[in-house]
């Protein structure tokens, strides 16, 4: 009898292009850059610049924007920066800012018309330029995202959060090799950076290049050995390696460091009983339906590692419970007529 339900979840990219945000906007907080512009064309204070009256207004006023974002009041910023751009109009920060807050509102048309704004004073402001890449993003226009992120890279080459970046959206236009070179720079430029590794192994894993995904999702958990998605998804790859213990250890890993990702336990479960290894799969089922007492396959799978040890009552009262839950599957009744027959 083969076994042949699992979950057989797969995580995707990482959800970086929020964490940018939100990254950035306390970046946003202090200067993104010191000195005015020589040509004028806009306007940032300086360490011991003496201000003028209206100058020290608008810096007041950003101070009071980022303080409202920083209590999450986004609306309440927005004003105290269009007090400030009414000021001094080519204040660049406070555009930059604005375009913050609009992303952290969802409101991701206006946030590009912010960065615009802000580009259109200060066109190296790299900041801008993967923000507005991420707004682009955000609604799936993802050529143009990928051309706003190579911008941020043009005006600062070793911004590495823009490559990672762009590579999601080269990921997002299925632009495969483009985005495990794009993510490759980011860990170039930081190797710390534990969801570039992860990114790119999505990328790895989508050309079916499983080896070497399984290298980069082994970097991502060596930085951060909690990341639930990148385990899962070494395991999936160990899998289509045929590297089975591999993969049971591995979703062990993803279900410890989850605690309600019940499919990681329920397809150790799998692995283990295709191994031989039925009492420990049964442990492992145990754990999945703890955290996810109505998933069927889940009690089909603990009735066939039962069925496997000779517990053939255990088996079939496993079997009444997928059953229960999806009357219908013909799997679920020829097993448990198969242990019904055995007892």
Known sequence: MDLGHRAKQKFKLASVTSAAIALLMLQACNPVASGADPTGSYWRPTEGE???????EALALKNQGNAAQDAGDFAESIAFYDQGLALVSNYSDLWYNKGVAY??????????????????IDPQNFLSWNN??????????YEEAIASYSKAIEAKPNYALAFNNRGISLDATEQYEAAIASYDEAVQLDP????????????FSALERYEEAVEVYAQAVAIKPDKYEAWFNKAVAHEELEQYEAAVEAYGKAGESKADLYSAWANQGYWLTEL???????????KALAIEPSDADSWYGKGYAQDELGQY??????????????????DYAEARQIAVENQ
């Open 50 to 56: 003496t201000l003028t009256p209206t100058q020290a």
């Open 103 to 120: 992303d952290a509102l969802n409101q991701r048309e206006a946030a590009i018309a912010a960065y615009d704004e802000a580009l259109a």
């Open 132 to 141: 507005r890449g991420n707004a682009l993003a955000a609604l799936g226009n």
């Open 192 to 203: 710390e950076y534990e969801e570039a590794w992860y990114n790119q192994g999505v990328a």
């Open 276 to 286: 031989g290894r039925n009492g420990e799969a049964i442990a492992a089922y145990d």
């Open 313 to 330: 009552a255990e088996a079939i009262a496993s079997y009444d419970k997928a059953l229960a839950i999806d009357p219908e599957n013909t």
